[in-house]
């Protein structure tokens, strides 16, 4: 079976500076990794994924991943936090055996201060 | 192209009633999933459905059912609620294959008293 940990369920930074969103996962076989974002009141939208293909990942709105399979990490990073980032971000795993079920994470939630 | 919808947006039950949620997939997408989300966690894979048959199910009992219709909508139905039973309901959809995207509905709120 495979799981996902997010270390910090909170995360705080300051309007221009760096985000680090941590994640890793344990699975047996291969993974498929997902980053969504998920904005109050509504659903989950997805923000990049990682199919073993390249290793570092771009997705929306300036995010950017890197798949380490030595650590089991899939790190969210972005280098200039934007007030509109202030969300809950959940990091996913998929494997090929099991369709594209997702399971997540227990999700961060960012706050960008000005 | 009308994204995935959800009905209804919020709803109040008491325990012991049960409660039927409905989703609309995208367009073009046959492949339906559901996910409980309780407060301030992650969404909990349900199950899924694909052409009208259950392809997968998560760790909930029995009285979690669903199904899929022709045109790829979906029911989630909820016998004999419990009080943890309250959470978002997120339904998903997507074309097949493990690599492709869901897209997430706004869910459904579900109060059960």
């Known amino acids: 079976a495979q799981s996902v940990t997010q ?11 760096l985000v680090l969103l941590r994640c890793n996962y344990s699975s047996s076989v291969p993974p498929y990794l ?8 509504q659903g989950l939208q997805l923000l990049l994924k990682y199919t073993s293909a390249a290793t570092l990942v771009k997705g929306i709105n300036g995010f950017e991943a890197e798949f380490k399979k030595s650590e089991t990490s899939f790190h969210l990073t972005k280098p200039s936090a934007h007030m509109s980032d202030a969300a809950e971000y959940f990091c996913a795993v998929s494997v090929g055996n099991a369709g594209n079920m997702l399971t997540f994470g227990g999700g961060t939630r960012l706050m960008v201060k000005p | 192209e009308t994204g995935v919808t959800q009905s209804p947006t919020h709803l109040i039950k008491t325990r012991g009633q049960q409660v039927t949620l409905r989703c609309s997939s995208q367009s073009g997408h046959n492949t339906v999933s559901w996910y409980q989300q309780a407060l301030g966690q992650g969404p909990q894979f349900i199950f899924q459905y694909y052409r009208e048959e259950e392809n997968g199910r998560g760790n909930f009992p029995p009285r979690f059912s ?19 039973d309250s959470a978002l309901y997120l339904c998903a959809s997507s074309l097949a294959g493990v690599v492709n995207e869901q897209f997430f509905g706004p869910g459904t709120r579900l109060t059960v008293l």
């Open chain 1, 7 to 17: 270390l910090g369920s909170h995360v705080s930074v300051s309007e221009g500076a």
């Open chain 1, 34 to 41: 997902f980053w969504y974002v998920q904005y109050p009141n």
């Open chain 2, 66 to 84: 669903g199904l899929q219709f022709p045109n790829y909508s979906s029911e989630l139905n909820v016998n004999a609620l419990e009080l943890d």
